[in-house]
């Protein structure tokens, strides 16, 4: 908890400091094992990670009491042992943007779907199906959506030679 | 002979009528007679009135409709959009073809009636483009189909494309066909 | 009536690149919708994967053609954040100008378009005849018409030409007379207001929720426009208001759009009186480090996003895309309910679809 204070206290004090402060510290405080490596990446851009189980109830939670009305953008990237999922979710209240990351192991890259808290998931999360191959449990219509339906493989992995 | 007419069914009346004026018109002499006449005045009419498919799919596409637009003004030549396939003589394509979209294209060729020709417009449609090697892009237009001008540009300016356009009418003067025999 | 689903695409005249939208209809009246994507997927991303960054910079542009400048900035945005460089001063007015140039002429690119599609064909000839002013200004900074190649990774690739300022300044005076005119031809037409107003009514919880950015957003009465509110490049010290409007159907979107034409006209004005003198470039390094860089604009379209992903060596590691108008058009089986057969056309076409950068 010191750990986050400090780096958040880098960035130059102003009014708005206190509110990604309040982000953080709520995150912190009800998810209190789960979340990790939190810092201000730069001013209003915040990062944190978390475990995948608390992924669904920690994105209700942004939307709820911390305003985060949007979601920008949901970005698959794979590296050499595991997925990681980086959800950017922004706030137009606070004016703030938070990067979300969480990771699944290589073998099972399955997620809780977020579109029934942000309707805009939708589409990125069937696009993260169809070129990396991550499924999306509870979404409603998981297709693919900008290959043709009956590709057999899942392109932007490292394995794929085009 | 006219009660015999007057018992066929529509079908039966069309397929006759079909079979009279092929004897008369393509097969026999009277047709190459007619065919002789107007065949100059036919194909001046064919290439000074060129019209391409109203089809846009990337960058070169806007080129395209510069073309039509004041500044390079593409209609001075006779060169119209139209807006389905039935009614076009030449595929004008504009861009990458990607390996969900070729059957549509391939498609749309086989619905433009003859004589028809195509254009590929810009590198991508040339061979790829910048997009060469890309897993889901097709490396040129000539895998689908057969090409008769290549405009190179990327994108292509408008000037290129009125030229291209102008060597086709050229294409066009030089392979004179009857309407009628196709000779 | 029986309901049956009509196909309208790939290849339509109404559709501005290849998409295809097939609409369930009772009637003339349409119950449901669904886009189709895909026709355009060129694979950038995995494209992307095995060049070096300098020449992702023509890729960059050709992700949406109508506004390329704004592509290829805000590449260069996100590469500059993993790579940690500062830009000159000089090169970020550059940027901004082109920029500006860029949006005026691309709303005017919408609006030749938009009225064709509603069937007033001097609209695009206004349209183009206008556009070719700030496509000749583009064309003497970079020296190409359409995708320009121009914003470097560290800054631009050289500087104003000769007698620029004159020729901008001519420009901007001649774009604001024609906006007056253009006001006269547009909003003074019954039939133009009959086919917009109350048309396509997007209301602001739902526009939020489903991620819909940009003009489109403005439209439904949410005052929020990153130039402003998340400030990036030289915008902090410019003066301008971003434009939005309390209805939410299609004469608002397209109101967004002629202010904000108005708007760069002003913020053109203001860069060419304060750029100061100086480097219009400096090298950056071959290599980025590990790590990661975002980059956040505001494209005429939307809101525009990279995630940079790098790994020690000259090539990046993933490059991640967001699309504005990818995310807009997953809103239209929402806009269009209960509408008829013929205002999908005005519906589609307010929200400004360019499927380059949906397809990507």
């Known amino acids: 908890m010191a750990e986050a204070e400090r780096d958040i206290e880098v960035a130059p004090s102003r009014v708005d400091g206190d509110l990604e402060e309040m982000v953080l ?40 009491s911390q305003n985060f009305e949007h979601i920008t953008m949901i970005s698959a990237v794979e590296y050499d042992n595991r997925f990681e999922l980086v959800y950017h979710i922004s706030s137009y209240k606070s004016r703030l943007m938070l990067e979300l990351i969480t990771t699944t192991p290589k073998d099972d890259p399955r997620v809780d779907s977020v579109t029934s808290i942000w309707g805009g998931a939708n589409w990125q999360e069937r696009e993260a199906y169809d070129l990396m191959g991550i499924l999306f449990s509870n979404h409603p219509k998981l297709e693919r959506i900008l290959l043709p339906k009956d590709t057999m493989y899942h392109p932007l992995r490292k394995d794929f030679r085009g | 002979m006219l009660g015999q007419i007057a018992m066929f069914s529509s079908k039966d009346f069309l397929k006759w009528s079909d079979e009279v004026l092929e004897g008369i018109l393509r097969k026999s002499p009277i047709g190459a007679g007619i065919d002789a006449v107007t065949k100059d005045f036919f194909n001046w009419a064919t290439r000074n009135s060129v019209f391409f ?6 960058c070169c596409a806007l080129e395209m409709a510069v073309a039509s637009a004041p500044r390079f003004d593409a209609q001075r030549f006779g060169i119209i959009p139209r807006s389905t396939p039935r009614q076009v003589d030449v595929l004008l394509v504009n861009g990458p073809c990607s390996k969900k979209m070729k059957p549509a294209l391939r498609r749309l060729y086989d619905q433009m009636p003859e004589p028809k020709w195509v254009i590929a417009m810009g590198e991508c449609a040339i061979s790829g483009g910048p997009f060469w090697g890309s897993y889901s892009v097709v490396p040129g237009l000539n895998q689908i189909m057969p090409v008769d001008i290549y405009i190179p540009g990327c994108p292509a300016r408008p000037e290129a494309l009125i030229d291209g356009f102008i060597k086709l009418q050229k294409i066009i003067k030089e392979g004179k066909k009857g309407l009628l025999t196709g000779r | 009536m029986a309901e049956m689903w009509i196909s309208m695409g790939p290849q339509h005249p109404m559709t501005h690149g290849l998409w295809n939208l097939r609409i369930k209809v009772d009637g003339e009246t349409i119950t449901d919708s669904e886009p189709e994507l895909g026709y355009l997927h060129r694979g950038i991303e995995k494209l992307c994967e095995n060049r070096t960054y300098t020449q992702i910079i023509p890729i960059a542009d050709r992700l949406c053609y109508g506004s390329s400048i704004t592509w290829s900035h805000l590449y260069c945005l996100a590469v500059e954040d993993l790579m940690g460089i500062q830009v000159p001063e000089r090169a970020e007015y550059i940027r901004v100008l ?37 496509i000749d200004l583009l064309m003497n900074m970079s020296g190409s018409r359409l995708t320009y190649n121009f914003p470097r990774i560290g800054g631009v690739a050289h500087d104003l030409p000769q007698n620029f300022e004159r020729d901008a300044l001519r420009a901007c ?48 009465g949410v005052k929020y426009d990153l130039r402003k509110d998340m400030p990036y490049s030289i915008y902090p010290e410019l003066d301008f208001e971003p434009r939005w409007h309390r209805d939410c159907d299609c004469y608002a979107r397209y109101r967004v759009r002629m202010d904000e034409m108005w708007e760069s006209c002003k913020i053109i004005r203001e860069g060419l009186k304060k750029i100061p003198k100086g480097k219009h470039r400096i090298l950056a390094p071959r290599t980025a480090p590990e790590g990661t860089g975002i980059g956040r604009v505001e494209d005429p379209r939307g809101e525009g996003m990279i995630y940079v992903v790098g790994d020690g060596s000259d090539r990046p590691y993933r490059l991640k895309i967001r699309s504005p108008i990818f995310i807009s058009v997953s809103a239209a089986p929402k806009i269009l309910l209960g509408y008829k057969v013929a205002d999908v056309v005005a519906i589609m076409g307010s929200l400004d679809m360019c499927i380059g950068e949906t397809d990507r």
């Not at chain 3, 691309?106 to 695009?124: E, F, K, T």
């Not at chain 3, 939020?208 to 439209?219: D, E, F, M, Q, W």
């Open chain 3, 173 to 220: 005076d001649y774009m604001e007379k024609r906006l007056k005119e253009y006001e006269d031809i547009y909003d003074h037409s019954s039939v133009f207001m009959m086919r917009n107003q109350d048309i396509g009514v997007l209301k602001m919880e739902d526009a939020i929720n489903l991620g819909v950015t940009g003009p489109a957003l403005r439209g439904s």
């Open chain 3, 98 to 134: 082109a920029i500006e140039m860029q949006r005026i002429a691309s709303h005017l690119m919408w609006l030749a378009a938009y009225s064709v599609d509603l069937g007033m064909y001097a609209g695009l000839v206004y349209g183009m005849r206008d556009r070719e002013v700030f």
């Open chain 1, 25 to 64: 510290r709520a995150l912190k405080d009800r998810f209190p094992g789960s979340v990790s490596d939190m810092k201000a990446l730069k001013p209003r851009i915040l990062r944190a990670r978390i475990e995948r189980a608390q992924l669904f109830d920690a994105c209700k939670m942004l939307r709820d």
């Open chain 2, 53 to 58: 498919l109203h089809f846009g799919v990337m």
